[in-house]
């Protein structure tokens, strides 16, 4: 069965500064694993998705993350945080072939001036 | 244009009453989901349609009915609303399998 896990409910970092936002999987297969981001009152959209052609993942707005087999991490990272990327993120996992995607339980990034 | 869209983006209602939610997506994908997000953000599947067939169907009560009219369509009925149906309800898209798009959600407010 498939299951993710964010490590953390909320991440503080200041303007300028690393990002990263935890994120852990559980698979009997080979997943596909994305990110996604919710701005207050609004949908969830995209930053990237990984399928298996290669572990590093580049996505939107400056945001990468790195598919680690052997730790079954997928952490979400950024390398200057900027105002703007204040929201909240869910890491998700899909591995059926109906599409079904099960999120963490989401991570709220604060970003402080 | 967008791509994924749902009606209404707020529902204010009474317990008891029926609703319905339409999603419209203007992707051209095949397959079209629900999904429920609850106070604590907590996102859930609730149904999955593929070429308006139901392929997935979560622990969900009866009282909610999802319909699929078309690959484009896909609405989600709730009958005798509850005080816990309180919730962020978005509807997403997809091609097969592959990435899914979500809509702004609709804020279902029951009362």
């Known amino acids: 069965a498939q299951s993710v896990t964010q490590l953390d409910s909320h991440v503080s970092v200041s303007e300028g500064t690393p990002v990263l936002l935890r994120c852990n999987y559980s698979s009997s297969y080979s997943p596909s694993l994305f990110w996604y981001v919710q701005h207050p009152n609004k949908g969830l959209q995209l930053l990237l998705k990984y399928t298996s052609a290669a572990t590093l993942v580049k996505g939107i707005n400056g945001f990468e993350a790195e598919f680690k087999k052997s730790e079954t991490s997928f952490h979400l990272t950024k390398p200057s945080a900027h105002m703007s990327d204040a929201a909240e993120y869910f890491c998700g996992g899909g591995g059926t072939s109906y599409g079904k995607l099960t999120f963490g339980q989401g991570t709220i990034l604060t970003v402080h001036p | ?111």
């Open chain 2, 1 to 111: 244009d967008t791509a994924v869209s749902q009606t209404p983006k707020y529902l204010v209602t009474q317990m008891g009453n029926d609703k319905s939610i339409k999603c419209e997506q203007n992707l051209g994908h095949d397959t079209m989901y629900w999904y429920k997000q609850d106070s604590k953000k907590f996102l859930k599947i609730m149904f999955s349609y593929n070429n308006k067939e139901l392929i997935i169907n979560e622990t969900v009560p009866n009282r909610f009915s999802p319909k699929s009219p078309d690959k484009a369509h896909l609405n989600l009925h709730i009958n005798s609303l509850e005080l816990g149906d309180s919730a962020v309800y978005f509807c997403a898209s997809s091609r097969q399998a592959e990435t899914q798009y979500f809509g702004p959600g609709t804020r279902l407010l029951v009362l």
